[in-house]
């Protein structure tokens, strides 16, 4: 599995946009980039997932480039609920074992 | 529906005592993963269910840990003869083959 880096922390204002970015040097060809979302005392959530180029929901904006080294997770206009660590899971498709997450990035928005 | 359900929420045990960690699983999800969080740290990957295939095991750390899982419903995870640094947040997820992962949120476990 592609080994992921992350940021370890970073802090942002409510209503700015948050970008949070992921290297994955080794990413191969069948692999999908997945984030999730975990709260203080929860389990983590699945928040958004792509392939390459930009994939966006109700939620994020995911940005891959044309290498697929890295991605970028856009929050846009965050607010304190946003606060959380925010982890990037690079795996394959088919044939999936074992998942190491990294150690996630740990977003602390201030009012 | 009902997501993944973990029980107990919360246990305390004595060093030395053995524990069973519960996980109920989304209906239908076939793959099932056990991890470990010790405070403020990352997931720890421990094991993986999926469907009837043999479980890969490479993230459990000793032989005193070891799960179960019969078919594709509940699992659980047995720790024996626990340790302080047992002490963590064990979360269970599932999964529809290899779609993204919903969690449980978790069992902490204090070994005192």
Known sequence: ?111 | GAGVSQSPSNKVTEKGKDVELRCDPISGHTALYWYRQRLGQGLEFLIYFQGNSAPDKSGLPSDRFSAERTGESVSTLTIQRTQQEDSAVYLCASSFWDSPLHFGNGTRLTVT
């Open chain 1, 1 to 111: 599995l592609a080994k992921t880096t992350q940021p370890i922390s970073m802090d942002s204002y409510e209503g700015q946009e948050v970008n949070i970015t992921c290297s994955h040097n080794n990413i191969a060809t069948n692999d999908y980039i997945t984030w999730y979302q975990q709260f203080p005392s929860q389990g983590p959530r699945f928040i958004i997932q792509g392939y390459k180029t930009k994939v966006t929901n109700e939620v994020a904006s995911l940005f891959i480039p044309a290498d697929r080294k890295s991605s970028t997770l856009s929050l846009p206009r965050v607010s304190l609920s946003d606060t959380a660590v925010y982890y990037c899971l690079v795996a394959p498709d088919t044939g999936r074992r074992a998942l190491t997450f990294g150690s996630g990035t740990r977003l602390q928005v201030q009012p």
